[in-house]
């Protein structure tokens, strides 16, 4: 019975081995399996593998490689939603609040009452500005620093705004406290003799450029900035609080 026609195969244009591969290869199938020793008698040894052959090159006409798989954007782990300010940064509430992630490029969050992180989901709340303004902060200075230390972002607001421990105000979604960056690299609680004078203010000019309704700093810190807009004010001597406009303008 004649056996079937063999099927076409077409193989790949694989890159033609060199010459020199060739001989190499050739050159380890004929080395001596036998090694004479000193006291005349010959012993079988095991072959040693051949020289390591370098892998071919990469045909320059091979096309473009598959790019590495994109970073997801930290901005597609938020909910976004149409959040309104309501009345005022110390009277006022939060209507469809935001939640900043518990961290991201250049940024974590932290709880001020324990000094640990993340911060809870339900004092990371803001206006959808305050929460964008606080990514495009981080990625800036991830870039501007990527050996860090990231900035360390506080409070925000409650989940539906409101009175807040600790704060006067903080109840509308527009304002963020921000931890001082330390001298020594440490991502932790920082006072005016271990802050970084140099990287506290670039936090600050980011801000201002940004535009602000305030930035409130420590009375021991040294930070400028435009007057009526960065101020001192008591009680913040190891964080920077910062207040935005009221991103829908309402006002009520
Ligand atoms: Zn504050």
Same mark, same amino acid.
């Given at each position: 019975?004649?056996?079937?026609?063999?099927?076409?195969?077409?193989?790949?244009?694989?890159?033609?081995?060199?010459?020199?591969?060739?001989?190499?290869?050739?050159?380890?199938?004929?080395?001596?399996?036998?090694?004479?020793?000193?006291?005349?008698?010959?012993?079988?040894?095991?072959?040693?593998?051949?020289?390591?052959?370098?892998?071919?090159?990469?045909?320059?006409?091979?096309?473009?490689?598959?790019?590495?798989?994109?970073?997801?954007?930290?901005?597609?782990?938020?909910?976004?939603?149409?959040?309104?300010?309501?009345?005022?940064?110390? %009277?006022? =509430?939060?209507?469809? #609040? &935001?939640?900043?992630?518990?961290? !991201? *490029?250049?940024?974590?969050?932290?709880? +001020?009452?324990?000094?640990?992180?993340?911060?809870?989901?339900?004092?990371?709340?803001?206006?959808?500005?305050?929460?964008?303004?606080?990514?495009?902060?981080?990625?800036?200075?991830?870039?501007?620093?990527?050996?860090?230390?990231?900035?360390?972002?506080?409070?925000?607001?409650?989940?539906?705004?409101?009175?807040?421990?600790?704060?006067?105000?903080?109840?509308?979604?527009?304002?963020?406290?921000?931890?001082?960056?330390?001298?020594?690299?440490?991502?932790?609680?920082?006072?005016?003799?271990?802050?970084?004078?140099?990287?506290?203010?670039?936090?600050? %000019?980011? =801000?201002?450029?940004? #535009? &602000?309704?305030?930035?409130?700093? !420590? *009375?021991?810190?040294?930070?400028?900035? +435009?007057?009526?807009?960065?101020?001192?004010?008591?009680?913040?001597?190891?964080?920077?609080?910062?207040?935005?406009?009221?991103?829908?303008?309402?006002?009520?």
């Amino acid at each position: 019975m004649p056996l079937p026609p063999c099927p076409r195969i077409t193989l790949p244009d694989l890159p033609r081995p060199r010459a020199w591969m060739v001989l190499l290869g050739a050159m380890a199938a004929a080395l001596p399996l036998a090694t004479a020793i000193p006291d005349g008698s010959s012993h079988t040894v095991a072959a040693e593998p051949a020289v390591p052959v370098a892998p071919p090159p990469v045909p320059a006409d091979r096309g473009p490689q598959p790019a590495p798989a994109p970073v997801p954007d930290i901005r597609s782990q938020v909910v976004w939603r149409a959040s309104i300010a309501h009345g005022t940064a110390n %009277d006022g =509430w939060l209507e469809n #609040g &935001v939640v900043l992630p518990p961290e !991201g *490029p250049g940024f974590y969050t932290y709880n +001020p009452v324990t000094q640990t992180r993340p911060n809870l989901p339900g004092r990371r709340t803001a206006t959808a500005t305050m929460v964008r303004d606080l990514i495009d902060l981080g990625e800036w200075w991830a870039g501007r620093h990527p050996a860090g230390p990231r900035l360390g972002i506080g409070d925000l607001s409650q989940t539906s705004g409101g009175a807040f421990e600790l704060h006067a105000s903080h109840r509308n979604g527009t304002d963020a406290d921000i931890r001082l960056p330390r001298r020594d690299g440490v991502e932790g609680p920082a006072d005016p003799s271990i802050y970084d004078r140099g990287m506290t203010q670039e936090v600050v %000019d980011w =801000w201002v450029r940004r #535009g &602000v309704q305030f930035i409130f700093y !420590g *009375p021991h810190l040294s930070v400028s900035g +435009p007057a009526g807009e960065v101020e001192v004010w008591p009680n913040h001597d190891d964080h920077l609080h910062v207040r935005i406009p009221d991103p829908d303008g309402t006002g009520n």
